[in-house]
């Protein structure tokens, strides 16, 4: 199978660009800054797979044993690991190298930030469908087999991937992305938004009033409010709100096989990973994270900054700032605790079956005697 480059190799870069974008400072013995800064690199790739023509990085210890064998063209790492690394190898020196080096990959590879038209083209291709009462402005990119809805609109810039579909009177604002396959019906998008591929945002949440007749499905009439430079990964579902709108804060990124339920409300700038479930009528406060596979009960509060550790149940009001876990969860020095407690008590319950618990065993007393 021939090998395919699905984003292309950049033009090559100088050193001192690669200082300029990431902010780091450039050094390295045997050769002057101005020599340095005139070396180019022509990708990024990992401490292993890179050759000469590529930049590499390194922030941890667990790659600091690889620094002496990479091939690298250039490598950006912090004053601590600096020392290990080749002699002869350009050193970019960033307190940050991960986000140094994320800077970088950012410039040479833009179209890895959000998903592409798939024909390449521009404009509306051929077997998209776009009502006529739909509006489009100027830059908008449709690719084939997608669908706009009448009353619809979507902003300059923004790119509809194949097969996704955009209901009637969704607002999507500029430079944003809805990936193939996505589907949102009854939402607001502000600018910069990340929709990847099979998402579904909007549809009813999940309300029924039980009967003797059996459970009754209650209409969903709100909204779902997407703020601003938000993303959401692939196969994610946002319900609409039942009266109340769910809401989506600015700057939020939220993984793949993420469940948000009806008037849930997440605020700015959270982090939500794979797996989780959140519970319908529940408010996230600012810079929230909560770990992969977290269950969250409904109608509570997760305040501003707190962190919930993955695979734990959230059932009841966690404070703000606080570092949480386990089943129920809390706070992380109690969990812990816990969980020290019943290891030491299996392991009790286990010498006392094979017998090695409360024997006594003779000591050597010098021939002193009792």
Not at 74 to 91: D, G, H, V
Request: net charge neutral; aromatic share 4%.
């Amino acid at each position: 199978m021939s090998q395919t480059a699905f984003f292309p190799r950049p033009a090559p870069i100088t050193l001192a660009e690669v200082a300029r974008i990431s902010g780091a400072q450039l050094a390295g013995p045997g050769a002057t800054i101005d020599a340095l800064a005139a070396r180019t690199i022509s990708s990024v790739a990992s401490l292993d797979g890179a050759g000469p023509d590529d930049l590499a990085f390194c922030d941890t210890f667990l790659f600091a044993e690889r620094l002496a064998t990479t091939r690298a063209g250039a490598l950006i790492t912090s004053e601590r690991f600096a020392p290990k690394a080749p002699a002869e190898l350009p050193l970019l020196i960033a307190p940050r190298p991960a986000l140094a080096f994320a800077l970088v990959t950012r410039a040479l590879y833009p179209a890895a930030l959000r998903p592409q038209p798939l024909f390449g083209h521009e404009g509306v291709a051929p077997g998209a469908l776009v009502h006529p009462k739909a509006r489009l402005e100027d830059g908008v990119t449709v690719d084939p087999g997608a669908v706009i809805g009448p009353g619809a609109e979507v902003g300059a810039g923004s790119v509809v991937c194949a097969g996704a579909v955009i209901g009637p009177e969704v607002r999507i604002g500029r430079n944003c992305a809805i990936g193939p396959g996505a589907s949102l019906t009854h939402a607001f998008l502000g600018n910069n938004v990340i929709i990847h591929a099979g998402a579904r945002i909007g549809g009813d949440g999940f309300g029924y009033q039980p009967s003797a007749r059996g459970h009754l499905k209650i209409p969903q009439i709100g909204r779902v409010v997407i703020q601003d430079d938000v993303e959401i990964g692939s196969n994610t579902t946002i319900d609409r709100g039942a009266l109340n709108d769910t809401v989506i804060g600015e700057g939020t990124k939220i993984d793949n096989l993420v469940q948000i339920a009806h008037n849930v409300v997440i605020g700015r700038h959270c982090i939500i990973v794979s797996q989780t479930g959140i519970s319908g009528s529940t408010k996230l406060g600012d810079f929230v994270m909560l770990g992969g596979q977290v269950g969250v009960v409904g109608h509570i509060t997760i305040g501003t900054g707190a962190q919930i550790a993955a695979s734990s149940n959230v059932a009841g009001e966690v404070p703000p700032g606080v570092r949480w876990g386990g089943s129920p969860a809390k706070p992380v020095r109690d969990w812990f605790r816990e969980v020290m407690t019943l290891k030491r008590l299996a392991q009790r319950r286990a010498d006392d079956a094979d017998g090695t618990q409360g024997t006594y065993e003779p000591q050597d007393d010098g021939g002193r005697g009792a």
